[in-house]
């Protein structure tokens, strides 16, 4: 059965504490494995979309990484503009993302 | 810049009743989603649509669910028989391509079944 975990489920940075976000996957063939922002009371917003091991993004202060087991969200500097939960969705398959539980971020000014 | 609108926001229903959720999707996407996120819970999968016919359903979307594109514009989601597990944020959300890389999501319809 496919699966997706993320850790920490929450996590308080002070702003400009640098700090990393997990997703570890298992699923039966990874066809995309993708980031999204979401503010409360609000839908996901696309940040990056990943598909093979090695591969980097980069986007204002956030860089996603992919490994064959993992995918990293690293946070360089943030702001409290960054509060917000982060979700990893894979795709396996035809057209549905598999959502994680997401990491509830909170930047403290 | 392109958005995808739902209304309304919130929905209140009586269980047994009929629920119908709206949504537009953005004008030049071709692919449509249902979502649902239960409070506390993760984004789920409901069902996709394209050139007017379900391309993919999750277990959730049983007969008491249904989706049609009235017209060019609107993309709809219908409950017949609302349930007390029904109670959750709806989302709405579209994309350019089959291949799904970018999902546009919408604000979500919070349903309230009682």
């Known amino acids: 059965e496919d699966q997706v975990t993320q850790s920490p489920e929450a996590l308080r940075l002070q702003e400009g504490e640098s700090s990393s976000l997990n997703c570890s996957y298992t699923?039966?063939?990874?066809?995309?494995l993708f980031w999204y922002r979401q503010d409360p009371g609000k839908g996901p917003e696309f940040l990056f979309t990943?598909?093979?091991a090695g591969e980097e993004k980069e986007k204002e202060r956030l860089k996603a990484t992919l490994t064959k087991k993992e995918s990293f969200l690293h946070i360089t500097a943030p702001k409290p503009e960054d509060s917000a939960t982060y979700l990893c969705a894979v795709k396996t398959g035809a057209n549905n993302l598999f959502f994680g539980t997401g990491t509830r971020l909170t930047v403290i000014p | 810049e392109p958005e995808v609108t739902q209304t309304p926001s919130h929905q209140v229903t009586q269980m047994g009743q009929e629920v119908i959720l709206r949504c537009v999707p953005i004008?030049?996407?071709?692919?449509f989603y249902w979502y649902r996120q239960i409070l506390g819970q993760k984004v789920e999968f409901l069902v996709s649509?394209?050139?007017?016919?379900?391309?993919?359903k999750s277990e959730i979307f049983d007969d008491q669910f249904s989706v049609e594109r009235p017209d060019g514009s609107n993309f709809t989601l219908k409950i017949r028989s609302t349930k007390l597990e029904d109670s959750a944020m709806y989302f709405c959300?579209?994309?350019?391509?089959?291949?799904?890389?970018?999902?546009?999501f919408g604000s979500g319809t919070q349903l309230s079944v009682l």
């Open positions: 990943l598909y093979s």
């Open positions: 699923v039966s063939g990874l066809r995309g």
């Open positions: 959300a579209s994309s350019e391509w089959a291949s799904n890389e970018k999902l546009f």
């Open positions: 004008s030049n996407h071709l692919y």
């Open positions: 649509f394209y050139n007017n016919e379900i391309s993919e």
